[in-house]
């Protein structure tokens, strides 16, 4: 498990993507943005990225051919694309908790970077998660419209929330607030989305591996 | 003991069948596995390798089943084929890195030799190694880990004569004290009059025939006539062609009868396979 992770690291996925996630955290310094799109640059530019490589590489053949299980070789994507995931959202929280010191008196129009914030954006990547991972491995190559599929709702999950967020008092309480009770709410609420993410992606890795026994490789 | 055990493989894709494939390859031979393009080659050696689904069949590897055994029995198979290549634009030094840790048997003092016997430099991308030399990578690093059974899927093509011939010697000398077994797909015959054991011929998804090589080539005739008197024979043979002189046509030893007033002679494994083809077209 642990050399399937370290084949990708080494060989397939450039640096460059490990170093993205703090580029795009900056852009949590934006005052009054909306910070959903910082996590969203990971769909959009990372996941098809480091998925071409994998098929320009021919990665499929070159991993099968060695001594590892099918289930191992879909856990241990599953793996970096988690790690990827986690790694993009800690430090756009850390340059959030920044952001928020640097502009104490912003009325926010979109959703400021709170716990609250953070556990939406982790149902959101959940949702990614466990639409772009199973449909990838149907052919386990193919990942065009897995990635549509994916982004697409990632985004309308994203625009709805805003869309409650900016509209419904009762959402908007919940999550632009800063009184005690809203920041408890806030982080039962990030607990909830810590909760969600890790059992979606848990169906994902399920889902995908069933799917990939029956590829044809 | 059998290093490679095929057994009834069948396997149904829309357009295309592999038909009770069955062939077995003794531990220290090499075998030749010839056929046309889409004859079957690569399915039957990725059915063999656990990567496609077989509807049924069995497949035995150092006398254990692969279907049961397939991650032990792949750290004893070394696996190459011709034209297509992973990550080409990494340094061979960092591949290796990656792959030895697959490995529970790999020996770095084994693969450092076989890159200096092979004039391999650990520096050089993927992409820059030659053809030949993207083939001895990959039997350096099979034989680093041990492997006793090596699948190579038209390794020599795409190589010059040189670097086929030096291909080809390696290969013989791998066999030599009997632990290592090769199969060995391709479609250029004359790598196999030089270097295989024996032979198995796969047509249009079913093997024709799998035997020692000489004996293989000897099943068949090649039969020189005139051409009034090829309607003496046409029944019997395989396939024909009409040249100025007359026929030439390929018959089963078996078939052939002494007074017929003929030239014989024993084929080559290009004419087997040339001869094959052409009844097949004759049949569409």
């Given at each position: 498990m642990?050399n399937?992770?370290?084949?990708?690291?080494?060989?397939?996925?450039h640096?460059f993507f490990?170093?993205?996630?703090?580029?795009?955290?900056?852009?949590?310094l934006?005052?009054?943005?909306i910070?959903?799109i910082?996590?969203?640059?990971f769909?959009w530019i990372?996941i098809?990225?480091?998925?071409?490589?994998f098929?320009?590489?021919?990665?499929?053949?070159?991993?099968s051919?060695?001594?590892?299980?099918k289930r191992d070789?879909?856990?241990?994507?599953?793996?970096?694309i988690?790690?990827l995931?986690l790694?993009?959202?800690v430090?756009?929280?850390?340059?959030g908790?920044?952001?928020?010191?640097l502009y104490p008196?912003?009325?926010?129009?979109?959703?400021?970077?709170n716990?609250?914030?953070w556990?939406l954006?982790l149902?959101?990547l959940?949702i990614?998660?466990?639409i772009?991972?199973?449909?990838f491995?149907?052919?386990a190559?193919?990942?065009?419209?897995?990635?549509f599929?994916a982004?697409?709702?990632?985004m309308?999950?994203?625009?709805?929330s805003?869309w409650?967020?900016?509209?419904n008092?009762?959402?908007?309480?919940?999550?632009?607030?800063?009184?005690?009770?809203?920041v408890?709410?806030q982080?039962?609420i990030l607990?909830a989305?810590?909760l969600i993410?890790?059992?979606l992606?848990?169906i994902?890795y399920?889902?995908a591996?069933k799917r990939?026994?029956r590829?044809e490789? | 003991?059998?290093a490679?055990?095929v057994r009834?493989?069948n396997?149904?894709y829309?357009?295309?069948h592999?038909?009770n494939?069955s062939?077995?390859l003794?531990?220290?031979y090499?075998m030749?596995?010839i056929?046309?393009?889409g004859?079957?080659?690569?399915?039957?050696?990725?059915?063999?390798?656990?990567?496609t689904?077989m509807?049924?069949g069995?497949?035995?590897?150092?006398?254990?089943?692969m279907?049961?055994y397939e991650?032990?029995?792949?750290?004893?198979i070394?696996?190459?084929?011709?034209?297509?290549?992973f990550?080409t634009?990494s340094k061979?030094?960092?591949?290796?890195?990656v792959i030895k840790?697959f490995?529970?048997?790999?020996?770095?003092?084994?693969?450092?030799n076989?890159?200096?016997?092979?004039?391999?430099?650990?520096?050089k991308?993927?992409?820059?190694?030659?053809?030949g030399?993207?083939v001895?990578?990959?039997?350096?690093?099979a034989l680093s880990?041990?492997?006793?059974?090596?699948?190579?899927?038209e390794?020599?093509?795409?190589?010059?004569?040189v670097?086929r011939d030096?291909?080809l010697?390696?290969?013989q000398g791998?066999?030599?004290?009997?632990?290592i077994?090769?199969?060995?797909?391709?479609?250029?015959?004359?790598?196999?009059?030089r270097c295989?054991?024996f032979?198995?011929?796969?047509q249009?998804?079913q093997?024709?025939r799998?035997?020692?090589?000489?004996?293989f080539?000897e099943s068949y005739?090649?039969?020189?006539?005139?051409?009034?008197q090829l309607?003496?024979?046409?029944?019997?043979?395989?396939?024909y062609?009409?040249?100025?002189?007359?026929f030439t046509?390929?018959?089963?030893?078996?078939?052939f009868?002494?007074s017929?007033d003929?030239?014989a002679a024993?084929?080559s494994l290009?004419?087997?396979?040339?001869?094959?083809?052409?009844?097949?077209?004759?049949y569409?």
């Amino acid at each position: 498990m642990y050399n399937l992770v370290m084949k990708d690291v080494r060989l397939a996925i450039h640096p460059f993507f490990f170093l993205f996630p703090f580029l795009m955290g900056a852009l949590m310094l934006i005052p009054n943005w909306i910070y959903f799109i910082v996590l969203l640059y990971f769909c959009w530019i990372t996941i098809p990225n480091l998925f071409n490589q994998f098929k320009a590489q021919n990665d499929l053949m070159f991993t099968s051919v060695m001594p590892v299980a099918k289930r191992d070789m879909v856990k241990a994507r599953v793996l970096v694309i988690v790690g990827l995931e986690l790694l993009h959202l800690v430090t756009a929280a850390i340059f959030g908790f920044i952001s928020m010191i640097l502009y104490p008196d912003t009325n926010y129009l979109f959703f400021p970077p709170n716990m609250g914030f953070w556990g939406l954006n982790l149902v959101m990547l959940a949702i990614f998660n466990l639409i772009f991972i199973p449909l990838f491995y149907k052919t386990a190559y193919k990942f065009g419209w897995a990635l549509f599929a994916a982004v697409t709702a990632a985004m309308l999950f994203a625009g709805i929330s805003q869309w409650l967020g900016i509209q419904n008092a009762v959402v908007n309480d919940i999550f632009y607030g800063t009184d005690a009770q809203q920041v408890k709410l806030q982080t039962f609420i990030l607990i909830a989305g810590i909760l969600i993410f890790v059992a979606l992606s848990i169906i994902a890795y399920r889902l995908a591996v069933k799917r990939f026994r029956r590829v044809e490789i | 003991m059998l290093a490679l055990d095929v057994r009834n493989v069948n396997k149904r894709y829309h357009n295309f069948h592999l038909k009770n494939v069955s062939f077995q390859l003794e531990k220290g031979y090499i075998m030749g596995f010839i056929g046309e393009n889409g004859a079957g080659k690569t399915t039957t050696i990725k059915s063999i390798l656990n990567m496609t689904h077989m509807d049924s069949g069995e497949i035995h590897v150092l006398g254990r089943n692969m279907s049961e055994y397939e991650l032990e029995l792949k750290q004893e198979i070394g696996y190459a084929m011709g034209g297509v290549d992973f990550y080409t634009r990494s340094k061979v030094k960092a591949l290796t890195e990656v792959i030895k840790k697959f490995y529970v048997n790999w020996d770095d003092e084994t693969y450092r030799n076989y890159l200096l016997k092979f004039k391999l430099d650990e520096n050089k991308r993927i992409a820059e190694l030659s053809t030949g030399m993207k083939v001895k990578y990959n039997i350096a690093i099979a034989l680093s880990h041990g492997a006793k059974l090596l699948i190579f899927d038209e390794p020599t093509s795409g190589l010059d004569p040189v670097a086929r011939d030096e291909l080809l010697d390696i290969f013989q000398g791998l066999v030599a004290e009997g632990e290592i077994s090769i199969l060995f797909s391709t479609h250029i015959t004359s790598d196999l009059e030089r270097c295989a054991d024996f032979i198995t011929f796969i047509q249009n998804g079913q093997i024709v025939r799998s035997g020692e090589k000489e004996e293989f080539k000897e099943s068949y005739l090649l039969l020189n006539g005139a051409a009034t008197q090829l309607n003496q024979v046409k029944d019997r043979l395989i396939s024909y062609k009409m040249n100025s002189f007359g026929f030439t046509g390929l018959i089963l030893a078996r078939d052939f009868n002494n007074s017929w007033d003929m030239k014989a002679a024993t084929p080559s494994l290009e004419e087997i396979m040339v001869y094959f083809a052409k009844k097949e077209d004759e049949y569409v």
